[in-house]
């Protein structure tokens, strides 16, 4: 700031030095011997030296308003960098049901799954009334879900995860085979902003769960892209 107020100061001399000059000439507006020209000329550069400082003035104190305003969105972002640690961070878990127990489903069409009791939801992307998460952060992320189901009768267990509409991976399993069954997978794949993830169950078929939460859904960004 003091550099600029000199800056300035040195301008204005350079501005008053011109205008001296120019009135050793002939068209001096002063009339009378040299020392009232000199005098007219001294009057004028003291009242543009005193608008100049003035001008200054202002200058220096919008400069220091900047600077404050500079300082505080400093540390500002400094305090967000000590939050989040540089980088964003994104994890949910969440199990199926937040109470009771029983079935869910089977349905006449393919029906996302709303994982209601949330364990976990840094970055808020998870919804629990939807069942999806929806991605704020572009990068590269893992799932994770399980299933399990009580299948001494039909009918079937099959659940996969969706992105977008798209199914990238399942469990099934089958009626009739064993009394219980229960699996998982995972994945780990790029998502870009406004993409959605959620677990699918397929038409015509149930999962079973309980206060033991045996069915979940999690994931968490791995790192940004």
């Known amino acids: ?16 030095e011109a205008q001296v000059d120019g009135n050793n000439g002939t068209d001096c507006p002063c009339s009378g011997s040299v ?16 608008e100049m400082g003035k001008k200054v003035a202002n200058m220096a104190e919008q400069i220091t308003l900047l600077e404050a305003k500079l300082q505080n969105t400093e540390k500002d972002a400094q305090e967000l960098r000590s939050l989040i640690g ?5 994890a949910f878990s ?5 109470s009771g127990s029983g079935d869910i489903g089977p349905f006449s069409t393919n029906t996302p799954l ?17 069942g999806i ?32 509409g798209e199914r990238l991976i399942s469990v ?36 079973y769960d309980n206060g033991m939460n045996y069915n979940t859904f999690s994931g968490f960004l791995l790192f940004t892209m």
Not at 1 to 13: P, W
Not at 35 to 50: E, N, P, R
């Open 1 to 16: 700031m003091k550099k600029i107020a000199v800056l300035i100061l040195a301008f204005c001399c350079c501005l008053c």
């Open 35 to 50: 020392s009232s020209c000199d005098m007219c000329s001294l009057t004028s550069i003291t009242q543009s030296l005193g």
């Open 86 to 90: 540089g980088t964003p961070r994104v």
């Open 94 to 98: 969440a199990a199926l049901r937040d």
């Open 114 to 130: 709303k994982y209601k009791k949330v364990f976990s939801n840094t970055g808020n992307s998870y919804n629990n009334s939807t």
């Open 133 to 164: 998460f929806t991605v704020m952060v572009k990068g590269m992320y893992f799932f994770r879900f399980s299933m399990f189901n009580i299948l001494a009768s039909a009918p079937n267990s099959v659940v996969g995860l969706m992105k977008n």
């Open 172 to 207: 099934w399993g089958r009626s009739g085979f064993n009394a219980n069954v229960m699996g998982s997978n995972a994945v780990v794949i790029p998502l870009e902003v406004g993409d959605n993830v959620y677990i699918e169950l397929y038409a015509h078929t149930k999962v």
